[in-house]
């Protein structure tokens, strides 16, 4: 059974920085693309930035990109998201999600485990 689990959201500043831990269970990345999504309040599920399992490739939101890195351990089964120079439209749920394909997908339909998502919040 694959279970995915994130933890790390907090209440921050603006400008602040979080980590963002995802660890999963049943699965490693050597086969599974790996991706954090976000859902703000009224919002649609939005992909943030994934991390290929083809040739280790990362992919990022135009809005992200430069202020979010995304990594996994060395054991390949914690995913990580390290977000600097958070803004308050940071703030929303992350959710981690893992796709059956070794390729990134951007959407949300393309990737079948889920994690139940912790919250950031950034205030300005």
């Known amino acids: 059974e694959v279970e995915l689990e994130e933890s790390g959201g907090v209440l921050v500043q603006a400008g602040g920085s979080l980590r963002l831990s995802c660890v999963a269970s049943g699965l490693t990345f050597d086969e599974h693309a790996m991706s954090w999504f976000r859902q703000a309040p009224g919002k649609e599920r939005e992909g943030v930035s994934c991390?290929?399992?083809?040739?280790?490739?990362?992919f990022y939101a135009d809005s992200v990109e430069g202020r979010f890195t995304i990594s996994s351990n060395a054991a390949k089964d914690i995913l990580y998201l390290e977000m600097d120079s958070l803004e308050p439209e940071d703030t929303a749920v992350y959710y981690c999600a893992a796709s059956t394909s070794p390729i990134c997908a951007i959407l949300p339909g393309l990737y079948d485990y889920w994690g139940r998502g912790t919250q950031v919040t950034v205030s300005s």
């Open positions: 991390l290929s399992a083809s040739d280790g490739s990362t």
